[in-house]
T-cell receptor, first 114, second 111 residues
Framework: AQSVSQHNHHVILSEAASLELGCNYS??????LFWYVQYPGQHLQLLLK??????LVKGIKGFEAEFIKSKFSFNLRKPSVQWSDTAEYFC????????????FGQGTTLQVKP | SQTIHQWPATLVQPVGSPLSLECTVE??????LYWYRQAAGRGLQLLFY??????ISSEVPQNLSASRPQDRQFILSSKKLLLSDSGFYLC??????????FGQGTRLTVV
């Protein structure tokens, strides 16, 4: 069955530290990949997405993610985090077909200390 | 532009009572529709998804059911709520080639 695994459940960083959140999926076919963010008290919003082309994807607020097909991974990165990046981050995978269901990882809570 | 409406925002129901949560999408046709439950530490658990009217796929055995009576309407139901049905429920839609767009969510408390 299709599944998504986020390795880090809770990450604590100081401001200006670099961030990398891991995401692996288990489906072997063509996939669309997403990272969503949920700030405290707010709704889910899209950070970035990958459908095809350049495997290095740039998103909003300085985030980027790299799709490595051979590793079934889509890790999220940011060179220098800010206190305002404190949020919960979700990786999601969707099969590239009209019947593709969208599966989320269990989420990673990021806490950035000022 | 497309919008998604989900209601109610909060709901408190007694154990054993029925449930009906409604989600409608505007500005699009034939979307894929999803119901998720969000729980702390468990991410978004996919409950049901639908690729067309009357077509429902259930992902997790549970006390809930879903229906899609119209192209842009997705309903989450239960005949008799359990305490374990408490949670935050999210409706979402997508197309082939797009991300998912989420509703505001419903906080359900079963007492």
């Amino acid at each position: 069955a299709q599944s998504v695994s986020q390795h880090n459940h809770h990450v604590i960083l100081s401001e200006a530290a670099s961030l990398e959140l891991g995401c692996n999926y288990s489906y072997g076919g063509t996939v669309n990949l997403f990272w969503y963010v949920q700030y405290p008290g707010q709704h889910l919003q899209l950070l970035l997405k990958y459908f095809s082309g350049d495997p290095l994807v740039k998103g909003i607020k300085g985030f980027e993610a790299e799709f490595i097909k051979s590793k079934f991974s889509f890790n999220l990165r940011k060179p220098s985090v800010q206190w305002s990046d404190t949020a919960e981050y979700f990786c999601a995978v969707k099969r590239s077909s009209n019947t593709g269901k969208l599966i989320f990882g269990q989420g990673t809570t990021l806490q950035v200390k000022p | 532009s497309q919008t998604i409406h989900q209601w109610p925002a909060t709901l408190v129901q007694p154990v054993g009572s029925p449930l009906s949560l409604e989600c409608t999408v505007e500005g699009t046709s034939n979307p894929n529709l999803y119901w998720y439950r969000q729980a702390a530490g468990r991410g978004l658990q996919l409950l049901f998804y639908s690729v067309g009217i009357g077509q429902i796929s259930s992902e997790v055995p549970q006390n809930l059911s879903a229906s899609r009576p119209q192209d842009r309407q997705f309903i989450l139901s239960s005949k008799k709520l359990l305490l374990s049905d408490s949670g935050f429920y999210l409706c979402a839609w997508s197309w082939l080639g797009t991300e998912a767009f989420f509703g505001q969510g419903t906080r359900l408390t079963v007492v």
